[in-house]
């Protein structure tokens, strides 16, 4: 079956580092996205990863270990706009089947 | 350029009637998505659709109904609507089905079944 899982809620101070994690067991992985989302609002794309690996982008980046099923995306230099949920969804059996995580509610406080 | 919208963005509907969620896109993507969100079980897929007249099931179809006779169109329909449908719907698309083609989400439905 299909399973996602990331921490619930976090918080961090603005500057700070903070790691959100994320395990899956999917029976057809062709990649990993991880979206934010702020209260209200639409989800937006941050990144993307199908190799093993790191990919940065600016003061975000994101990590897949496919073997492990495990990804973390790192966020760098919080500042408070960084406070919202953030998604980790992995293509299941092709590239239109999104599994969506419950999402992980990042509070930034000063 | 107004991308992805949705219609209408807030709706209150009894039990048992029927209810039409609109999605319109301008950029001419071919794959369209409706997904919905609840608290504690994230977003899941609906219905997709891959062109005009091609539509698939997502994770969980039961109760909706979908169409897509225009590319830029993919509107959503509960037939008879229950409560356990009450939830925010997305609208999504993409360009192409490549694997690194994010998704485009619209700005959702908060739809209240009383």
């Known amino acids: 079956g299909q399973n996602i899982d990331q921490p619930t809620e976090m918080t961090a101070t603005e500057g700070a580092i903070v790691q959100i994690n994320c395990t899956y067991q999917?029976?057809?992985?062709?990649?990993l996205f991880w979206y934010q989302q702020h209260a209200g609002e639409a989800p937006t794309f941050l990144s993307y990863?199908?190799?093993?690996g790191l990919e940065e982008k600016g003061r975000f980046s994101s990590f897949l270990s496919r073997s492990k099923g495990y990804s973390y995306l790192l966020l760098k230099e919080l500042q408070m706009k960084d406070s919202a949920s953030y998604l980790c969804?992995?293509?299941?059996?092709?590239?239109?089947?999104?599994?969506f995580g419950a999402g992980t509610r990042l509070a930034v406080h000063p | 350029d107004a991308g992805i919208t949705q219609s209408p963005r807030y709706k209150i509907t009894e039990t048992g009637r029927q209810v039409t969620l609109m999605c319109h896109q301008t950029?001419?993507?071919?794959?369209m998505f409706w997904y919905r969100q609840d608290l504690g079980h994230g977003l899941r897929l609906i219905y997709y659709?891959?062109?005009?007249?091609?539509?698939d099931k997502g994770e969980v179809p039961d109760g909706y109904v979908v169409s897509r006779s225009k590319t830029e169109n993919f509107p959503l329909t509960l037939e008879s609507a229950t409560r356990s449908q009450t939830s925010v719907y997305f609208c999504?698309?993409?360009?192409?089905?490549?694997?690194?083609?994010?998704?485009?989400f619209g700005p959702g439905t908060r739809l209240t079944v009383t």
């Open positions: 990863n199908v190799l093993d």
């Open positions: 999504a698309s993409r360009p192409t089905s490549g694997s690194a083609d994010e998704q485009y």
């Open positions: 950029w001419s993507h071919s794959y």
């Open positions: 969804a992995v293509t299941d059996g092709g590239y239109n089947k999104l599994i």
């Open positions: 999917t029976s057809g992985f062709n990649g």
């Open positions: 659709s891959a062109a005009a007249d091609i539509t």
